[in-house]
């Protein structure tokens, strides 16, 4: 049964919001998010073409999925870096709810790749970076995943098998909806992870000991309770993900409803920059007068774009020599 401590049980689907929900038989941990006008403005506001906005898209659905278990005030980011049509791709997260992104792509490279080219074909080879910035003093912590003609569903699955070593599945899903406004961008993505308390269930026994002659490999059996798990998770369909008329609880039920499933308060995502005129006119005051210099305009003014926002701000380069 579907039970909720915090709110009942909803038909709705709810737009914007991470849940998150636990299978406690099978010892699963995860959450569902979906982003209905926080994704769409994300993507229109740059007005990429479709298959950049589509990756861009699931980037964001990942990125709340694994930003929203910050349990402090930080930041988390997600970034590649490759040689495909799109070169760069951001993602970052501002704890408890904030969401910005933009992707850099090379245009003619973006057509010669065809109609529909998937987020593998276009990403190509380089590496994943996810960060976590605590802020203050606090460490950062960096996981890398190298990218070598994966998608980001399995660069997830990698990480986690790697830098975590925790059994995990990721889906994420992007489509475009006709709404009476036109039409808007929507993403959704699942997150299913096997946290046993015992430590020797969690292990992944696939993982190379060390010391096994090369070629070797190790077929221990995997846990029963994941491999049951991974196999419900797995029949989700990118169209229930994305579909605004099913609730995520609706969707937890179809999936787990024989063993039972829990949901917990939801966090609500919102697209927004953290930039500003403070924070732009804080960076130019540390460049020197020449860099300064080097960056006015035919204007006579300096603009700076940015490029999560895309808003434009001018500046009088003589207030800051005065300075």
Request: glycine residues 8%; proline residues 5%; hydrophobic residues 40%.
């Amino acid at each position: 049964m579907l039970t909720s401590a915090e709110r009942p049980v909803s038909d709705l689907g709810h737009d914007d919001l991470v849940l998150p929900f636990a299978v406690t038989p099978l010892d699963i941990r995860g959450r569902v998010v979906r982003l209905g006008p926080a994704v769409d403005r994300m993507l229109k506001q740059h007005g990429y073409p479709e298959p950049v906005s589509r990756l861009v898209g699931e980037a964001a659905a990942l990125t709340a999925l694994l930003g929203s278990s910050l349990k402090i005030q930080g930041r988390f980011q997600l970034q590649t870096k490759t040689d495909g049509a799109v070169d760069m791709l951001v993602v970052d997260f501002d704890a408890p709810d904030r969401l910005r992104a933009f992707a850099r792509f090379d245009a003619e490279r973006l057509a010669a790749a065809g109609a529909h080219p998937n987020s593998a074909e276009l990403l190509g080879q380089g590496h994943l970076a996810l960060t976590i910035d605590q802020g203050g003093d606090m460490s950062r912590y960096q996981g890398v995943v190298p990218l070598e003609g994966q998608g980001l569903e399995a660069a997830a699955h990698q990480y986690f098998a790697q830098s975590e070593q925790i059994p995990t599945l990721v889906r994420l899903a992007v489509a475009q909806s006709v709404t009476g406004d036109g039409v808007a961008w929507r993403a959704g993505g699942l997150l299913a992870q096997f946290l046993p308390e015992s430590e020797d269930r969690r292990r992944q026994f696939d993982l190379d000991p060390g010391d096994a002659p090369e070629g070797f490999v190790r077929n221990a059996p995997e846990d029963d309770s994941w491999s049951e798990a991974k196999a419900l998770a797995a029949t989700v369909e990118d169209h229930e993900l994305v579909d605004p008329t099913l609730s995520s609880e609706r969707l937890l039920f179809r999936l787990f409803h024989e063993r039972g499933v829990t949901v917990f308060d939801g966090q609500a995502m919102h697209e927004a920059c953290r930039c500003s005129r403070e924070r732009i006119e804080g960076m130019l005051r540390s460049f020197t007068v020449e860099e300064r210099r080097d960056m006015v305009g035919p204007d006579g003014r300096i603009g700076v774009t940015c490029e999560f926002c895309g808003v434009h701000r001018d500046f009088e380069p003589a207030d800051f020599d005065a300075a």
